[in-house]
Structures are given as C-alpha cells and as structure tokens.
C-alpha cells in the first residue's frame, strides 16, 4: 500500500511510492547441466524464506562454449548484476583465476563451487565440503570409514577427500585416469591432514580389497557422461558406496553396487546441503538444509 504524506500546508500530498522488493539473482555455471535441479532447490527455498530469487543455467553445452570462455561469463555475470554463482564440472579449478579473493576452504582446496559478487569483488567459497559431511553423516549412520578409496580428483574430489578426512577416515586411497592428478591431490591433502595416509594410486583392484568403503566423485555416470567409472565386480557386499552424482538421482554404479549386497548413497544429500550453505552465502539468510533435501527427494519421486 502507497505510503501516505501531508504537505507543507497540511493538504495531502502525492503519495510515496514503495520501493519493488530486492530480487536476487543466481546460477550454475557449468558442461552440460541442463538437468541440474539448483534452479528447483534455490528458488523453492526463497519462496519458503518469502524473498524473490531467480536462479539460472549456464550451459556452456547448449550454449556452445568452451573453457576459454570462463573469463568472459564471469565478466558478464558481475557486470549483468548477478549476485553469484555456482560452479560445477569442470569449472572448479579453472574459475579460480577470475576471483578477486577466496576462502579458507576454497584456498586450501583450490576449489570453487559458490562465487559471491559483492562491494566490487568475487569471493570464491568451498560450500561442497559441508554438503558432503552432511549427507554422509546423514544418509550413511554408523558406517565404519577408516579405510577409503576415492575414485576421481578433480574439483568436487577435494572437498569429500576433505570431509572425509575431517570425518575421521585415516587411510585414505585416490584413483583418478590422470595419474598425477590424483598424487597432486594427495600430496595437498595430506599436507592438511599429516596424521593421515593419504596416496594417490594407479590401479583400485588392491587398494578396493582393503577399503570399507568407496565415494565416486567423477563425472562418469551423469545424464552427461554415461557409464560407469569402474568394474562393480570390484565391490564386495560389506562395503558402502557413495556416488555424489545426483542426476539421475540413482547411477548405474550404485545400481550394480546395490545389486552386489553393498549399502549405497546417491548425490541428492551432498546436493541439497552444500545448496543451503551457498543460499546463505548468496543472501545472508539462513537455509533449512534438511527442507531442501526433502523437497529434492519429493522431486525425484515425482519424476520416477
């Protein structure tokens, strides 16, 4: 309703108009994410919170771009008033040369999945590390963990290797196709967890035979890149499995590993959660993490 004022002699005047409430403005930057659900989660959330939010997809796929262009989306984000970004494969690292600063996780990492715009600058924020403890704790209670492998070292690896390690786990083993890539994220792991094992390795037939436990974090398995990172013959029915891959909510590794006997979590925990810690980042309002997962688990079966 108009604000109401009286003039100088008494005589009402024009009204003041109210000022249109403040709309945020978000997205994803990423390859081939048209079936990404952060539109759904961040803008289903502000609604429960009762502020205007829009969350957009950019697809470097559909949009026919390639990783030189990061630079320039980011300009164009900052300079079209976004107020930040998410990040997703394989972006991770290649954004980091486009922020003004980072933060203590991001840093450590040397991964970025939240951008924040603000007071002229891009602060570039690790939120996957939370998002991932979170789902573990949360979808896989009591799981003995103190023998892992990780099968992937890219950006998002760094954040479970380090909520793994920060879980507890004290043996933990890295695969990736890029052999040094997974020693290079082994060596920096194990320089922030020294009372640990950490090592990165070439083949997981024996390191699989010991570990109580598996997280895929490579992309093979998204609606993108079908097919599976590496033989489920290779599991055994005692081991637990963690893939953060969350579209299609259940890959066809965790299909084969449940056929195996092995108890299984799906990327949709590691979704919401790490969505809430970069909602709260981009609007300084607090997120329910556990509405957002729910909400997110509700879409999936909709869409079943």
């Known amino acids: 309703m108009p604000v109401l004022r009286h003039g100088a002699d008494g005589s009402l005047a024009a009204p003041l108009a109210e000022s249109p409430p403040r709309t945020w403005l978000t ?38 771009l390639t990783v030189e262009a990061l630079p320039t989306v980011i300009d164009w984000a900052e300079r079209l008033g976004f107020d930040g970004l998410n990040v997703t494969h394989p972006f991770k ?17 040397q991964a970025v999945n ?24 949360t979808g896989l209670p009591g799981i003995a963990f103190e023998r892992v492998v990780q099968v992937g070292a890219g950006g998002a690896a760094a954040a479970t290797g380090h909520a793994l390690l920060g879980m507890g786990v004290r043996d933990l083993a890295i695969y990736d196709p890029v052999h040094d890539r997974a020693e290079r994220l082994a ?9 640990t094992r950490v090592r990165g390795i070439q083949s997981l037939e024996g390191a699989f035979a010991e570990a109580q436990g598996v997280v895929q974090t490579s992309p093979v398995g998204m609606s993108s890149h079908p097919g599976m990172p590496f033989d489920p013959a290779l599991l055994r029915p005692e081991q637990w499995i963690a893939d953060i891959i969350y579209f299609p909510e259940e890959t066809a590794l965790l299909k084969a590993a449940r056929a195996r006997g092995c108890a299984t979590l799906g990327g949709l925990g590691m979704a919401a959660y790490q969505a809430a810690a970069a909602f709260a980042l981009f609007t300084d309002l607090p997120a329910d993490g556990a509405r957002m997962y729910r909400a997110l688990q509700a879409g999936s079966a909709d869409r079943s």
């Open 114 to 137: 939240t951008i924040v715009f603000r007071d002229g600058g891009r602060r570039g924020h690790n939120t996957d590390v939370y998002g991932f403890t979170e789902s573990l704790r």
């Open 27 to 64: 997205g994803l930057v990423g390859m081939g994410i048209a079936g990404s659900r952060s539109p759904e989660m961040h803008e289903r959330e502000a609604a429960c919170r009762g502020i205007p939010l829009v969350y957009r997809l950019l697809d470097f796929a559909a949009l026919g």
């Open 93 to 109: 690292n290649a954004v980091i040369s486009s922020l003004t600063s980072l933060s203590p996780d991001a840093q450590a990492l």
């Open 187 to 195: 060596s920096r792991l194990g320089e922030l967890f020294p009372q």
